[in-house]
């Protein structure tokens, strides 16, 4: 059974940083890819960022280019988002999601860590 299990939200002010974590357990297979997504209340469930598994080529959403940094451990199926110059529209659940090789799509998601930060 894959689990995925996020860390490392909270609340911070307008400005600061925050680094979240998520170590995926139970994965048998080759992963290609894994990601970040965020949903603020009311709206839509959006993408942050994500990086291929085997080169590390990351994707941003424009919000977040030159602020959000990913990284992965392919050694501990780990995935990271660093977050700097954080905005209070970067408010929301943020969610890491794994696409396995050959699938079309996200096929497993994380729980959440909510991320606030005040103005």
């Known amino acids: 059974q894959v689990q995925l299990v996020e860390s490392g939200g909270g609340l911070v002010q307008a400005g600061g940083s925050l680094t979240l974590s998520c170590e995926a357990s139970?994965?048998?297979?080759?992963?290609?890819?894994m990601g970040w997504f965020r949903q603020a209340p009311g709206t839509e469930r959006e993408f942050v960022a994500a990086?291929?598994?085997?080169?590390?080529?990351?994707d941003y959403a424009e919000s977040v280019k030159g602020r959000f940094t990913v990284s992965r451990d392919n050694a501990k199926n780990t995935v990271y988002l660093q977050m700097n110059s954080l905005k209070p529209e970067d408010t929301a659940v943020y969610y890491c999601a794994l696409q396995a090789l050959g699938s079309p799509k996200y096929d497993y998601w994380g729980q959440g860590t909510q991320v606030t930060v005040s103005s």
């Open positions: 139970g994965v048998i297979f080759t992963i290609y890819r």
């Open positions: 990086t291929k598994w085997s080169v590390g080529r990351a």
